[in-house]
């Protein structure tokens, strides 16, 4: 017998025994077993079991259908919603009950902005809205718009009365409702933000200017309508509580809202919140000749003021002395509104002369101008366009007075570093002699607006002749940075000789030259009833007062 003896060596470090391997192998082995033991069932039980996962899945659907939208948890919910704009919130919220009571979570409408016909229809809408939100929304601007109820449709006058008596009858009975369905509206506005302290824009527009332009006449239909004042006198109230009871307020802008805003008013106002306030418009052309809605003296409070807009006759040299104290943070923005009535009701001889305005641009380089003059005549506009001002944007509007081609001349000259916005209206109504402002020139003036002013970005033009020669060389000169040419239809002219032309379209030969110097397309307005910046001039100078100012 042969005995073999095996005589162990040494091992390096960390090797294993062969007993040692073979445990480790049959270890490995057995998993392995284990493993391929254990797939089999977990596939039988997945797919191998007829019937098993549409079970399952006839399960997970259920639970789907139960946990569904109703059951989720509101902080998703207004998760959700906010990333949709308010009106797929609106219909969001039609999905069942749970949703419709996070529609108006306050985070959700920190920013309510509302257009309102001036008509019945609206009110029941604009309280339930009010109601939900009036209490937290932190930014409110409301529209108020008295539109169609002068002209056609509508009862009113009795059956056996016609012609011209009928006719006022039967506007009389629209106006008076209208001024009974705004006083009731604007009541809705102020009763539900009365207690809201964190208020931080609050704005306020209504478009009753035919009334205001007529104040004989809206005193007449307001004494109908309220005859002993009190539904007046309960929205100064609430406004000033308003004003009161704010803690927040940086936005306070009230435009051509019929007796809303008193010269007491701004008194309301705490001086801590006063001093912390941005923007100040306060806007109203009924309030009587020897009054104002700012004086100097309130103006001080304001030292935080960015951009103001108010009455031109009610912007002193003293406001102007105010706004350049050391105290006060640079004005950056005014905008100033030239109306007719004021003029002749107040006086320009306490206007700012030429070295306040140097003084304002020396505080601010920023600092710039937007007036709007309606039916100013030529000499009030030569006292009021002092060299000095940093004049931005210009708009004309007249029913009676024409503005003169010496004026756009001056314009052009004064401002040629700083206009970007030229508007120029006239609503006559004879149509067939448009006034003519390169009449006795060798240039047009308006040519020579385009020429001089190379800021020069919006140049809008009804009422005034503007020969299509003279058009394609001002879309020529500003070219692309021209990003608003709005000429309507019936003011551009031809001369005798492009008419005469057989073998060119005057018509289509325009198109095409303005386009090419605009580099863009062109066409004439046909419509003028589509441009609110011809039919509503109150609604355009607030809408752009209040861009000119955001835009800080």
């Known amino acids: 017998m042969l005995l073999f003896l095996s005589v162990p060596q040494p091992r390096p470090p960390g090797a294993r025994t062969r007993a040692g391997a073979a445990r480790v192998g049959r270890g490995r082995r057995q998993r392995l077993r284990g493993r391929r033991q254990r797939r089999p069932g977990l596939l039988r039980a997945l797919r191998g079991r007829p019937g098993a996962g549409s079970r399952r899945r006839g399960r997970m659907a259920l639970c789907g259908q139960a946990a569904g939208a109703a059951s989720l948890p509101s902080e998703l919910i207004v998760h959700i919603f906010s990333f949709l704009s ?23 409408w920190p920013q309510l902005r509302i257009s309102l016909r001036v008509s019945p229809a609206e009110q029941p809408r604009l309280e339930f809205l009010m109601r939900k939100c009036g209490w937290f929304v932190r930014e409110l601007g409301v529209e108020f718009t008295a539109e169609n109820y002068t002209g056609g449709g509508g009862g009113g006058a009795d059956a056996g009365v016609g012609g011209e008596e009928g006719e006022a009858l039967q506007l009389s009975a629209r106006w008076l409702e209208v001024l009974r369905t705004y006083l009731e509206l604007v009541l809705c506005v ?9 208020l931080q824009k609050f704005s306020l527009f209504g478009d009753i200017s035919v009334l205001q332009q007529q104040g004989t006449l809206s005193n007449t239909y307001l004494s109908k309508v309220d005859p002993d004042g009190k539904k007046v006198k309960q929205i100064q109230q609430l406004f000033e509580e308003i004003l009161s009871n704010s803690r927040q307020l940086k936005w306070l802008s009230c435009g051509f809202m019929l007796d809303t805003v008193t010269p007491a008013s701004l008194s309301s106002l705490a001086t801590s919140v006063a001093s912390s306030v941005e923007h100040l418009s306060l806007l109203d052309n009924s309030v009587p000749g020897n009054s104002t809605l700012v004086t100097a003296v309130e103006l001080e409070r304001f030292v935080n003021l960015r951009s103001l807009a108010l009455d031109f006759c009610d912007f002193t040299a003293e406001m102007a002395r105010v706004l350049t104290d050391s105290n006060h943070v640079p004005l950056q923005r005014l905008s100033l509104l030239v109306h007719n009535v004021s003029v002749m009701h107040k006086t320009l001889e306490h206007m700012p002369n030429d070295e306040h305005w140097k003084a304002l641009s020396r505080k601010s380089t920023s600092f710039r101008v937007y007036i709007m003059a309606f039916d100013i005549r030529g ?5 009021i366009l002092k060299p000095s001002i940093p004049l931005e ?7 009676i007075t024409c503005v003169s081609g010496a004026i756009v001349d001056l314009i052009s000259r004064q401002y040629d570093k ?4 030229f508007i120029l209206m006239n609503d006559v109504i004879d149509t067939s002699g448009f006034p003519d402002l390169s009449d006795n020139r060798n240039e047009d003036p308006l040519v020579l607006l385009a020429w001089r002013c190379t800021k020069l970005s919006l140049l809008a033009v ?6 299509a020669h003279n058009l394609i060389a001002i879309a020529r000169l500003r070219g692309p940075d021209l990003k608003v040419l709005e000429v309507t239809e019936e003011s551009i002219d031809f001369d005798q000789g492009e008419l005469a032309d057989q073998d060119v379209d ?3 030969n325009l198109i ?4 090419l110097g605009l580099s863009q397309p062109w066409h004439a307005v046909m419509d003028i009833e589509s441009l609110s910046v011809f039919t509503e001039p109150n609604r355009h100078f607030y809408r752009e007062m209040q861009s000119f100012s955001e835009d800080i």
């Open 506 to 508: 005057p018509v289509h």
């Open 462 to 467: 009804h009422g005034y002749t503007v020969w």
């Open 512 to 515: 095409e030259q303005v386009s």
């Open 418 to 421: 700083f206009l970007t916005h």
């Open 379 to 383: 000499e009030d506009m030569l006292k």
């Open 86 to 108: 308010a009106p797929d919130r609106l219909r969001a919220s039609a999905s069942c009950s749970h949703w419709r009571e996070c529609l108006f979570y306050p985070a959700l």
């Open 393 to 399: 944007r210009i708009h004309f509007d007249s029913y």
């Open 190 to 198: 102020l009763v539900s933000i009365r207690n809201n302290r964190n």
